[in-house]
DNA sequence: GTAAAACCTCCACCTAAGTAGAGGTCAAGT
DNA sequence: ACTTGACCTCTACTTAGGTGGAGGTTTTAC
Protein backbone atom coordinates (compact mmCIF):
# COMPACT_ATOMS: atom_id res chain seq x y z
CA UNK A 1 0.00 0.00 0.00
CA UNK A 2 2.77 2.51 -0.15
CA UNK A 3 2.69 5.03 -2.86
CA UNK A 4 4.61 4.99 -5.83
CA UNK A 5 7.62 7.65 -4.78
CA UNK A 6 8.29 5.61 -1.71
CA UNK A 7 10.03 2.93 -2.04
CA UNK A 8 10.92 0.47 0.42
CA UNK A 9 13.97 -1.12 -0.91
CA UNK A 10 16.22 1.49 -2.34
CA UNK A 11 17.82 3.87 0.56
CA UNK A 12 19.24 6.73 -2.11
CA UNK A 13 16.12 9.21 -3.20
CA UNK A 14 15.48 10.16 -6.77
CA UNK A 15 15.43 13.83 -7.63
CA UNK A 16 11.41 13.31 -7.61
CA UNK A 17 11.81 11.92 -4.23
CA UNK A 18 14.15 14.89 -2.72
CA UNK A 19 12.47 17.47 -4.75
CA UNK A 20 8.81 16.56 -2.74
CA UNK A 21 10.38 15.75 0.87
CA UNK A 22 12.60 19.01 0.96
CA UNK A 23 9.66 21.18 -1.03
CA UNK A 24 12.12 22.64 -3.39
CA UNK A 25 11.64 22.46 -7.08
CA UNK A 26 13.51 19.62 -9.09
CA UNK A 27 14.78 22.42 -11.58
CA UNK A 28 16.06 23.97 -8.42
CA UNK A 29 18.06 20.77 -7.39
CA UNK A 30 19.33 20.83 -10.80
CA UNK A 31 20.24 24.81 -10.36
CA UNK A 32 21.80 23.49 -6.89
CA UNK A 33 23.96 21.01 -8.33
CA UNK A 34 24.94 23.13 -11.11
CA UNK A 35 26.32 25.42 -8.98
CA UNK A 36 28.23 23.07 -6.55
CA UNK A 37 26.09 23.11 -3.82
CA UNK A 38 24.94 19.54 -4.01
CA UNK A 39 25.73 16.83 -5.47
CA UNK A 40 24.55 13.32 -7.17
CA UNK A 41 25.78 9.81 -7.80
CA UNK A 42 24.05 8.33 -11.27
CA UNK A 43 22.30 5.74 -11.76
CA UNK A 44 23.44 3.37 -14.98
CA UNK A 45 20.85 5.16 -16.63
CA UNK A 46 22.22 8.67 -16.08
CA UNK A 47 19.56 9.48 -13.16
CA UNK A 48 20.46 10.99 -10.06
CA UNK A 49 20.65 9.32 -6.78
CA UNK A 50 21.09 10.71 -3.56
CA UNK A 51 22.26 9.48 -0.13
CA UNK A 52 19.61 10.16 2.18
CA UNK A 53 21.47 12.82 4.25
CA UNK A 54 21.35 14.55 1.04
CA UNK A 55 17.87 15.63 2.46
CA UNK A 56 19.55 17.25 5.78
CA UNK A 57 21.82 19.51 3.43
CA UNK A 58 19.13 20.84 1.46
CA UNK A 59 16.92 21.50 4.54
CA UNK A 60 20.15 23.54 5.69
CA UNK A 61 20.25 25.54 2.22
CA UNK A 62 16.35 26.78 2.38
CA UNK A 63 16.92 27.56 6.13
CA UNK A 64 20.12 29.62 5.39
CA UNK A 65 18.22 31.13 2.34
CA UNK A 66 15.26 32.19 4.38
CA UNK A 67 17.93 33.90 6.35
CA UNK A 68 18.78 36.20 3.38
CA UNK A 69 22.07 34.33 2.93
CA UNK A 70 22.81 34.07 -1.01
CA UNK A 71 23.32 31.18 -2.19
CA UNK A 72 27.14 31.68 -3.39
CA UNK A 73 27.77 32.46 0.64
CA UNK A 74 25.41 29.26 1.62
CA UNK A 75 27.95 27.62 -0.89
CA UNK A 76 31.27 28.54 0.94
CA UNK A 77 29.60 27.92 4.53
CA UNK A 78 28.98 24.20 3.19
CA UNK A 79 32.57 24.01 1.72
CA UNK A 80 33.60 24.19 5.27
CA UNK A 81 31.31 20.87 5.79
CA UNK A 82 33.58 17.32 6.39
CA UNK A 83 32.31 15.54 3.39
CA UNK A 84 32.73 12.12 4.83
CA UNK A 85 30.31 12.55 7.41
CA UNK A 86 26.54 14.08 7.75
CA UNK A 87 26.58 17.18 9.61
CA UNK A 88 26.65 17.26 12.97
CA UNK A 89 24.74 19.04 15.75
CA UNK A 90 27.91 20.79 16.36
CA UNK A 91 28.46 21.81 12.34
CA UNK A 92 24.94 23.25 12.29
CA UNK A 93 25.92 25.62 15.20
CA UNK A 94 28.63 26.79 13.59
CA UNK A 95 27.17 27.58 10.72
CA UNK A 96 23.98 29.08 12.13
CA UNK A 97 26.30 31.23 14.29
CA UNK A 98 27.87 32.69 11.66
CA UNK A 99 24.64 33.51 9.68
CA UNK A 100 23.51 35.18 13.13
CA UNK A 101 26.30 37.47 12.49
CA UNK A 102 25.00 38.42 9.39
CA UNK A 103 21.65 38.71 10.23
CA UNK A 104 22.64 40.90 12.80
CA UNK A 105 24.93 43.22 10.99
CA UNK A 106 21.97 43.39 8.12
CA UNK A 107 19.20 44.12 11.10
CA UNK A 108 21.93 46.94 12.30
CA UNK A 109 22.57 48.69 9.15
CA UNK A 110 18.67 49.02 8.50
CA UNK A 111 18.12 50.39 11.84
CA UNK A 112 20.61 52.55 11.38
CA UNK A 113 18.75 53.41 8.04
CA UNK A 114 15.72 53.49 9.78
CA UNK A 115 16.88 56.25 12.81
CA UNK A 116 18.02 58.48 9.79
CA UNK A 117 15.08 58.60 8.24
CA UNK A 118 13.29 59.08 11.85
CA UNK A 119 15.30 62.10 11.98
CA UNK A 120 14.44 63.31 8.61
CA UNK A 121 10.85 63.08 8.74
CA UNK A 122 9.21 66.35 9.35
CA UNK A 123 12.77 68.72 8.34
CA UNK A 124 11.46 68.91 4.54
CA UNK A 125 15.15 67.40 3.99
CA UNK A 126 14.86 66.52 1.04
CA UNK A 127 14.89 69.77 -0.08
CA UNK A 128 18.34 70.63 1.22
CA UNK A 129 21.83 69.61 0.23
CA UNK A 130 22.28 68.92 4.00
CA UNK A 131 20.45 66.17 4.62
CA UNK A 132 22.39 63.03 5.69
CA UNK A 133 19.92 60.60 4.84
CA UNK A 134 20.00 62.02 0.95
CA UNK A 135 23.87 62.66 1.15
CA UNK A 136 25.03 59.61 2.39
CA UNK A 137 28.99 58.97 1.48
CA UNK A 138 28.57 59.46 -1.93
CA UNK A 139 29.29 61.85 -4.59
CA UNK A 140 27.42 64.96 -5.39
CA UNK A 141 29.52 68.40 -4.76
CA UNK A 142 32.67 66.77 -5.57
CA UNK A 143 33.09 69.19 -8.76
CA UNK A 144 33.39 72.01 -6.45
CA UNK A 145 31.31 73.96 -4.10
CA UNK A 146 31.85 77.79 -5.77
CA UNK A 147 29.26 77.56 -8.99
CA UNK A 148 26.58 76.02 -7.00
CA UNK A 149 25.45 78.88 -5.15
CA UNK A 150 24.47 80.46 -8.67
CA UNK A 151 21.92 77.78 -9.62
CA UNK A 152 20.22 76.54 -6.72
CA UNK A 153 17.67 74.02 -6.68
CA UNK B 1 35.22 81.53 -14.81
CA UNK B 2 32.28 79.13 -14.93
CA UNK B 3 33.04 76.02 -15.76
CA UNK B 4 31.42 74.54 -18.93
CA UNK B 5 28.90 72.71 -17.35
CA UNK B 6 27.05 75.07 -15.49
CA UNK B 7 25.75 77.88 -17.64
CA UNK B 8 24.13 81.00 -16.20
CA UNK B 9 21.81 81.72 -19.21
CA UNK B 10 19.32 78.36 -19.42
CA UNK B 11 17.68 77.15 -16.35
CA UNK B 12 16.89 73.19 -17.98
CA UNK B 13 19.61 70.83 -17.24
CA UNK B 14 21.29 68.44 -20.24
CA UNK B 15 21.36 64.89 -18.95
CA UNK B 16 25.28 65.11 -17.83
CA UNK B 17 24.16 67.84 -16.05
CA UNK B 18 21.85 66.08 -14.16
CA UNK B 19 24.14 63.39 -13.63
CA UNK B 20 27.05 65.38 -12.38
CA UNK B 21 24.59 67.16 -10.06
CA UNK B 22 23.10 64.23 -8.63
CA UNK B 23 25.41 61.38 -8.64
CA UNK B 24 23.58 59.00 -10.41
CA UNK B 25 25.30 57.47 -14.24
CA UNK B 26 23.50 58.89 -17.13
CA UNK B 27 22.82 55.56 -18.41
CA UNK B 28 21.36 55.03 -15.20
CA UNK B 29 18.92 58.56 -15.37
CA UNK B 30 18.34 56.72 -19.40
CA UNK B 31 17.03 53.82 -17.91
CA UNK B 32 14.85 55.85 -14.90
CA UNK B 33 12.95 57.44 -18.25
CA UNK B 34 12.08 54.56 -19.83
CA UNK B 35 10.65 52.92 -16.72
CA UNK B 36 8.65 56.12 -16.22
CA UNK B 37 10.48 57.43 -12.93
CA UNK B 38 11.51 60.69 -14.97
CA UNK B 39 10.46 62.41 -17.66
CA UNK B 40 12.10 64.94 -19.71
CA UNK B 41 11.60 67.42 -22.45
CA UNK B 42 13.63 66.98 -26.03
CA UNK B 43 15.16 69.89 -27.68
CA UNK B 44 15.83 70.84 -31.41
CA UNK B 45 18.41 68.35 -31.78
CA UNK B 46 16.34 65.58 -29.97
CA UNK B 47 18.57 66.10 -26.27
CA UNK B 48 17.14 65.91 -23.46
CA UNK B 49 16.54 68.46 -21.18
CA UNK B 50 15.26 68.71 -17.52
CA UNK B 51 13.56 71.45 -15.24
CA UNK B 52 15.61 72.14 -12.64
CA UNK B 53 13.51 70.39 -9.83
CA UNK B 54 14.00 67.11 -11.70
CA UNK B 55 17.53 67.06 -9.29
CA UNK B 56 14.70 67.14 -6.48
CA UNK B 57 12.75 64.05 -7.90
CA UNK B 58 16.06 62.05 -8.54
CA UNK B 59 17.20 62.50 -4.87
CA UNK B 60 14.07 61.47 -4.05
CA UNK B 61 14.65 58.35 -6.05
CA UNK B 62 18.15 57.88 -4.39
CA UNK B 63 17.26 58.07 -0.93
CA UNK B 64 13.96 55.66 -1.51
CA UNK B 65 16.75 53.38 -2.85
CA UNK B 66 18.87 53.68 -0.02
CA UNK B 67 15.94 52.64 1.95
CA UNK B 68 15.63 49.30 -0.01
CA UNK B 69 12.74 50.10 -1.67
CA UNK B 70 12.65 49.15 -5.31
CA UNK B 71 12.27 51.12 -8.13
CA UNK B 72 8.83 49.54 -9.13
CA UNK B 73 7.50 50.93 -5.85
CA UNK B 74 9.01 54.39 -5.85
CA UNK B 75 7.60 54.85 -9.28
CA UNK B 76 3.98 54.09 -7.82
CA UNK B 77 5.01 56.70 -4.60
CA UNK B 78 5.92 59.06 -7.21
CA UNK B 79 3.10 58.49 -9.47
CA UNK B 80 1.06 60.10 -6.41
CA UNK B 81 2.74 63.49 -6.54
CA UNK B 82 1.28 66.46 -7.90
CA UNK B 83 2.44 66.69 -11.41
CA UNK B 84 1.99 70.50 -11.38
CA UNK B 85 3.54 71.69 -8.77
CA UNK B 86 7.37 70.52 -7.29
CA UNK B 87 7.54 68.24 -4.19
CA UNK B 88 6.70 69.83 -1.02
CA UNK B 89 8.10 69.26 2.38
CA UNK B 90 4.29 67.70 2.80
CA UNK B 91 4.88 65.37 -0.07
CA UNK B 92 8.45 64.23 1.55
CA UNK B 93 6.63 63.35 4.46
CA UNK B 94 4.33 61.27 3.41
CA UNK B 95 6.03 59.65 1.29
CA UNK B 96 9.02 58.93 3.62
CA UNK B 97 6.43 57.59 6.49
CA UNK B 98 5.11 55.02 3.94
CA UNK B 99 8.65 53.97 3.32
CA UNK B 100 9.10 54.37 6.90
CA UNK B 101 6.34 51.35 7.72
CA UNK B 102 8.13 48.78 4.53
CA UNK B 103 11.68 49.74 6.56
CA UNK B 104 10.07 48.78 10.10
CA UNK B 105 8.12 45.58 8.41
CA UNK B 106 11.42 44.48 6.41
CA UNK B 107 13.31 44.90 10.22
CA UNK B 108 10.48 43.50 12.09
CA UNK B 109 10.74 40.29 9.48
CA UNK B 110 14.39 40.37 10.30
CA UNK B 111 14.14 40.45 13.55
CA UNK B 112 11.94 37.79 13.98
CA UNK B 113 13.78 35.36 11.79
CA UNK B 114 16.92 36.15 13.72
CA UNK B 115 14.90 35.53 17.38
CA UNK B 116 14.46 32.06 15.68
CA UNK B 117 17.62 31.70 15.40
CA UNK B 118 18.93 32.21 18.52
CA UNK B 119 16.24 30.23 19.73
CA UNK B 120 17.69 26.94 17.32
CA UNK B 121 21.36 27.31 17.93
CA UNK B 122 22.81 24.63 20.25
CA UNK B 123 18.86 22.72 19.61
CA UNK B 124 20.56 20.44 16.56
CA UNK B 125 17.20 21.89 14.72
CA UNK B 126 18.03 20.58 11.47
CA UNK B 127 17.89 16.90 12.09
CA UNK B 128 14.48 17.25 12.86
CA UNK B 129 11.36 18.03 11.37
CA UNK B 130 10.05 19.53 14.28
CA UNK B 131 12.32 22.86 13.84
CA UNK B 132 10.46 26.18 13.43
CA UNK B 133 12.80 27.39 11.37
CA UNK B 134 13.31 24.75 9.10
CA UNK B 135 9.55 24.06 9.02
CA UNK B 136 9.07 27.95 8.24
CA UNK B 137 5.03 28.02 6.56
CA UNK B 138 6.14 26.24 3.19
CA UNK B 139 5.67 22.36 1.76
CA UNK B 140 6.98 19.57 3.84
CA UNK B 141 4.74 16.84 4.41
CA UNK B 142 1.90 17.90 2.45
CA UNK B 143 1.72 14.33 0.62
CA UNK B 144 0.64 12.71 3.41
CA UNK B 145 2.54 12.00 6.93
CA UNK B 146 2.10 8.20 6.58
CA UNK B 147 4.95 6.40 4.76
CA UNK B 148 7.58 9.14 6.50
CA UNK B 149 7.91 6.86 9.34
CA UNK B 150 9.18 4.41 6.69
CA UNK B 151 12.61 6.39 6.20
CA UNK B 152 13.26 8.99 8.24
CA UNK B 153 16.44 11.12 8.18
C1' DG C 1 5.23 -5.84 -23.94
C1' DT C 2 3.65 -1.52 -23.85
C1' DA C 3 2.19 2.88 -22.04
C1' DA C 4 2.86 6.41 -18.89
C1' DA C 5 5.46 8.76 -15.70
C1' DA C 6 9.79 10.24 -14.48
C1' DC C 7 14.04 11.42 -15.84
C1' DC C 8 17.99 13.50 -18.92
C1' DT C 9 20.41 17.80 -21.34
C1' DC C 10 20.35 22.10 -23.35
C1' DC C 11 18.58 26.45 -24.37
C1' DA C 12 15.69 30.32 -23.73
C1' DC C 13 13.41 33.20 -20.71
C1' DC C 14 12.24 35.96 -16.30
C1' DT C 15 13.03 40.13 -12.77
C1' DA C 16 16.02 44.00 -10.96
C1' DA C 17 18.90 47.50 -11.79
C1' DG C 18 21.59 48.78 -14.43
C1' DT C 19 26.44 49.01 -17.61
C1' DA C 20 29.02 48.85 -22.06
C1' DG C 21 29.59 49.41 -26.74
C1' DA C 22 28.43 50.25 -31.71
C1' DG C 23 27.22 53.43 -34.89
C1' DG C 24 25.54 57.92 -35.64
C1' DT C 25 24.25 63.01 -34.54
C1' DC C 26 24.55 67.54 -32.13
C1' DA C 27 26.68 71.40 -29.83
C1' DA C 28 30.35 74.32 -28.46
C1' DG C 29 34.80 76.38 -28.50
C1' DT C 30 38.63 78.13 -31.34
C1' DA D 1 35.39 75.38 -40.52
C1' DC D 2 36.49 71.95 -37.79
C1' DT D 3 37.37 69.19 -33.94
C1' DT D 4 35.98 67.36 -29.78
C1' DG D 5 33.00 66.18 -26.37
C1' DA D 6 28.38 65.37 -25.28
C1' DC D 7 24.51 63.36 -26.77
C1' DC D 8 21.18 59.93 -29.35
C1' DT D 9 19.18 54.87 -29.99
C1' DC D 10 19.63 50.07 -29.85
C1' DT D 11 21.37 45.75 -28.56
C1' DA D 12 23.82 42.79 -25.65
C1' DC D 13 25.64 41.65 -21.29
C1' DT D 14 25.83 41.37 -16.09
C1' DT D 15 24.37 38.80 -11.23
C1' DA D 16 21.05 36.01 -8.54
C1' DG D 17 17.98 32.56 -8.43
C1' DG D 18 15.70 30.28 -10.68
C1' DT D 19 11.39 28.43 -14.36
C1' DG D 20 9.71 26.34 -18.68
C1' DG D 21 9.89 23.83 -22.90
C1' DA D 22 11.87 20.85 -26.65
C1' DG D 23 13.46 16.67 -27.81
C1' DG D 24 15.00 12.34 -26.22
C1' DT D 25 15.80 8.27 -22.75
C1' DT D 26 14.73 5.32 -18.59
C1' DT D 27 11.94 3.30 -15.22
C1' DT D 28 7.89 1.53 -13.56
C1' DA D 29 3.38 -0.47 -13.46
C1' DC D 30 0.08 -3.34 -15.41
Redesign the interface.
Known amino acids: M??A??P?VT?ELTVGQLA????VAITALRFYEAKGLISSQRNAGNQRRYP??M??RV??I??AQ???IPLASIQSALDTLPADRP?T?ED??RL??C??AD??E??NR??A??DQ??G???C????MDACP??N?G???GE??AG?RL??Q?
Chains 1, 2 share one sequence.
Do not use: F
Open positions: RSDTLRARSGRDLRALKTRLGPTWNSEWKLDRILTLRLNCIGGCLSLRWDSLSGPLDD
